[in-house]
Every structure is written in C-alpha cells, then in structure tokens.
C-alpha cells in the first residue's frame, strides 16, 4: 500500500541554522514526489518535485530536498532558516500506480 | 494568489444539512481536486476531475459527491451532514491530469457543523 510519513509533528530551529524536515514514503513502482507549504489561514503552495533525474531538487524560497532511493526519503532542507519560513509543510507522494497522498505535516518554527 | 478561487470562505451550519461548495480554477487548468483537511485526520484526498470526468476517487463518503461543469468550475455537495464534516475543505487545480504536476490550492472553504 502507497504510504508517506512525516514523522516529526514539530521542528523547531533557530533562524539563521540549517533545518530539514523528514519525509520517508512507500510506493509501488516510481515515486513522484512533493513538498507543500501551508501559512496560517491560507491554502497549500507548491515548493518542490522530484520525478526523475538529479536527486538533489531545488525550490522556491531557497528549499531544497534530497531523494535516497535506498532509504525511501525526500527530507526538505535550507541552509539558513529564516523566521518566515515558519508555516505547516506537508510531504506528498504519488505513483504511476495511484494516486497523491499527503503526509500528516510537520510544523516549523523558527526562533528569532 | 495562486489564481483558484473557493466560495464561500465559512460557512456555519446544521447536522442534517446540505451544504455546497464551489471552486473555480486557474485559467487554463483542466484537473480539479478536492481535499478534507481536518486537525485528527491531516489532508485527505477526496475526488480528482479532469475536464468534466472523474478521473480519481480518495477517502469521499457515499455522502459527498462533486461534479466539474463545462466551464471547468467544480462544485463539492456535502448532505446528511455529520459534526465529523467540519473541516477546512480545500479546492486544488493543475494544468493537467497527471499524478506528477504540481496543484495549485485555494484558500480553502472552513465548514463548522453544530
């Protein structure tokens, strides 16, 4: 069965430090997979994808996420976190086989 | 703005009811998705359509049915309703139908059932 889990509800990171958000997922087949973000009160905005190619994708608002095929992940990572990166982000994955599912997200915040 | 707009933006009502919600997509996108979003449940997947013909089925109550008219926009018809419905339903659209293109969402109808 088709699976993605998230599995920090919450991170917490000091701006100006690295962060990354987890995702590992389970699939049949050829994973596609994508990274939202959620701000309060707002609907999700795509950040990021990975559907075939270099392993290292990169987005919007300088995110990045990193595909291991052999560990199942796409964890979500920036260099230097910024207090307006704070915001729900949501993992999402999809096959050839089936269709999108969310992860349940993970909430950043990011102390001044 | 990500240019899919979903009316109403609350809406209040009572178990037992029959609710619509609306969504008008992107110009140019022919895919529409709905989703429940709710605090225990995270982001469900309801229901895709793809220029007017349902093209997906997720976690949609027997309850809940949804249509995508000619003119793209689709509509979410939520009855009997249940205090468990409320909800943040959210309207989503892409270019195209496939599982790898990236959705565009609105702003989200928040749904309290009392």
């Known amino acids: 069965a088709q699976s993605v889990a998230q599995p920090e509800d919450q991170v917490n990171v000091a701006e100006g430090n690295p962060l990354t958000v987890k995702c590992t997922y389970s699939v049949s087949g050829n994973p596609y997979l994508f990274w939202y973000v959620q701000y309060p009160n707002r609907g999700l905005q795509f950040l990021l994808k990975y559907i075939t190619g270099d392993n290292l994708v990169k987005g919007s608002y300088g995110f990045e996420a990193e595909f291991n095929k052999s560990q199942t992940s796409f964890h979500l990572k920036k260099p230097s976190a910024l207090v307006s990166d704070s915001a729900l982000y949501f993992c999402?994955?999809?096959?050839?086989?089936?269709?999108?599912?969310f992860g349940s997200g993970t909430r950043l915040s990011i102390r001044p | 703005d990500s240019g899919v707009t979903q009316t109403p933006k609350h809406l209040i009502t009572a178990t037992g009811q029959r609710v619509t919600l609306r969504c008008s997509p992107r110009?140019?996108?022919?895919?529409v998705y709905w989703y429940q979003q709710s605090l225990d449940q995270g982001l469900q997947f309801l229901i895709q359509y793809y220029n007017g013909e349902e093209r997906a089925k997720g976690n949609i109550l027997e309850r809940f049915s949804a249509q995508q008219f000619p003119d793209l926009h689709s509509e979410l018809n939520l009855s009997s309703l249940e205090l468990g419905d409320s909800a943040l339903y959210f309207c989503?659209?892409?270019?195209?139908?496939?599982?790898?293109?990236?959705?565009?969402f609105g702003q989200g109808t928040r749904l309290t059932v009392v």
């Open positions: 989503a659209s892409s270019e195209v139908g496939q599982i790898y293109t990236e959705a565009f």
């Open positions: 999402a994955v999809s096959s050839s086989a089936s269709k999108i599912i």
């Open positions: 110009s140019g996108d022919l895919s």
